[in-house]
């Protein structure tokens, strides 16, 4: 029985980690924490929830011990056009928080998941069908943490055994819980504007590709990854995982089919813009697929189909 703790857990991505994961495992057997008390969130009442900094090395390793935690998911971090803002408290919390977390994981004996990105890619890159071993020399403060924190996390796994896996995610859109201060959160506005005012103002050019996923398959990958046998791992930290890639003027033609008079326009941001054309436009994941069986459900036709039916929904809406 895996008995697991979250940080970052009511995050974007860690609110529906948290969900998929106590489904699975048993609500007592799945810790959350995060930094942030003041979000009403099931999730607090649901199971065992602790308010601390990820950077707080004593209580985090406290906590594992007391709860018998075998597997630490550490998700707790800035994204990367808020990072670009402050670049120095972006190092403090993504690097120092991560430390914090191997270093219990080394001292508890856990394994530990956490999450690279699309960031850790810069300009001289190969943009299209990026390759899983390749020039990773990003432009962003959000993308240099990723990078050490992949070398962070081999490190730890080669010098102290620790069992640390990784994914570089690609934007992730959720119909739950809207991302904060990242490059690729217009994949999710857009279709909560298109819902609720049939238009959006874009923060990137039209045709800015990215990668981008829908958080079925996200959390599918985290949890596939952490279950896989490691012998079959070659790689560990991290794996591209692809699912996706289009530009807003092409996602705006999906949101059409079902919203005929949804419009678009654009006022770029340069900070977001700058970042966005440092990272690639396709990658290619034949590691993931090949060493852990990683398989994407959703395509742009098929998220974009199910986002606005939840949203409206859940909005109590209905135009579709
Ligand atoms: C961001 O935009 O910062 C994230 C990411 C791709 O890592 N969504």
């Known amino acids: 029985m895996k008995r697991i703790l979250i940080t970052g857990a009511l995050g974007q991505l860690g609110s529906e980690i948290a969900v998929a994961l106590r489904k699975r495992y048993g609500n007592t057997n799945v810790v959350l924490t995060d930094i942030r008390d003041d979000i009403n969130s ?18 985090l390793a406290e906590i594992v011990r007391n709860h018998d935690v075998d597997t630490i998911y550490h998700l707790a971090a800035l994204l990367s056009a808020v990072s670009e803002l402050n670049p120095q408290k972006a190092w403090d919390i993504n690097m120092n928080g991560l430390l914090t977390a191997l270093e219990v994981a080394r001292s508890e004996h856990c394994a530990l998941f956490t999450p690279s990105s699309i960031g850790a890619f810069g300009p001289t890159t190969p943009r299209d069908y990026t390759p899983q071993d390749t020039i990773q020399r990003p432009t962003s403060m959000y993308g240099v943490t990723k990078v050490a924190g992949e070398l962070l996390c081999d490190y730890y796994h080669h010098k102290y055994d620790v069992d640390s896996r990784g994914v570089r995610y690609p934007g992730i859109i959720s119909n739950l819980t809207q991302p904060g201060g990242g490059t690729t959160d217009y994949a999710v506005e857009i279709y909560y504007a298109a819902v609720e005012k049939g238009s959006y103002e874009c923060p990137l050019s039209d045709n800015t590709y990215l990668d981008m996923m829908y958080m079925p398959d996200a959390v599918n990958a985290a949890i596939g990854l952490m279950e896989a046998d490691p012998a079959a791992l070659r790689h560990r930290n991290a794996f591209n995982v692809g699912a996706m890639s289009f530009c807003p003027e092409e996602q705006a033609a999906y949101i059409r089919k079902h919203i005929p008079d949804f419009s678009i326009t654009y006022r770029v941001d340069p900070v977001k813009q700058a970042i966005a054309d440092s990272w690639p436009n396709i990658l290619e994941d034949y590691a ?19 986002m606005l039916n939840t949203l409206q929904r859940r909005l109590k809406l209905s135009t579709i």
């Open 42 to 59: 099931d999730l607090k009442e649901s199971g065992p929830f602790y308010s601390i900094d990820c950077r707080n090395g004593e209580k």
């Open 288 to 306: 993931a697929r090949v060493e852990w069986g990683w398989k994407p459900q959703y395509t742009l036709e098929t998220m974009t189909e199910d």
